[in-house]
């Protein structure tokens, strides 16, 4: 059985910083994982993902160059590093894991979600 607990979340200005991680349980080393969100009123978007070796990773292209998504196999741990954050990335984050990039990036039958932490970007 697979679960997906996210942490990090908060209230943090305009420019600052935050660090979400995802703690997993079961086997997901080789699952593709990522980070989608959902702000009030939208409908959830993709954000970023990477493989299982942490070779590749992928990028909404709003994050580009702010976000950064790494993992610790060892630790069984996805990590979202956010950066000059803006009122507008303010949702809340999900945890995400699948064996098929194609299906997550189409947020499209994802397999393993996690509850959802709340980010907020104060102008």
């Known amino acids: 059985q697979v679960q997906l607990v996210e942490s990090g979340g908060g209230l943090v200005q305009a420019g600052g910083s935050l660090r979400l991680s995802c703690a997993a349980s079961?086997?997901?080393?080789?699952?593709?994982k990522g980070w989608f969100r959902q702000a009030q009123g939208k409908e959830r978007e993709f954000v970023a993902a990477i493989d299982w070796s942490g070779a590749y990773t992928f990028y909404e292209d709003s994050v580009k160059g702010r976000f950064t998504i790494s993992r610790d196999n060892a630790k069984n741990t996805v990590y979202l590093q956010m950066s000059s954050l803006k009122p507008e990335d303010t949702a809340v984050y999900y945890c995400?894991?699948?064996?098929?990039?194609?299906?997550?990036?189409?947020?499209?039958?994802?397999?393993?979600w996690g509850q959802g932490t709340q980010v907020t970007v104060s102008s």
């Open positions: 995400a894991a699948d064996p098929n990039i194609l299906r997550m990036r189409a947020r499209n039958g994802v397999a393993y």
């Open positions: 079961g086997r997901t080393v080789s699952l593709y």
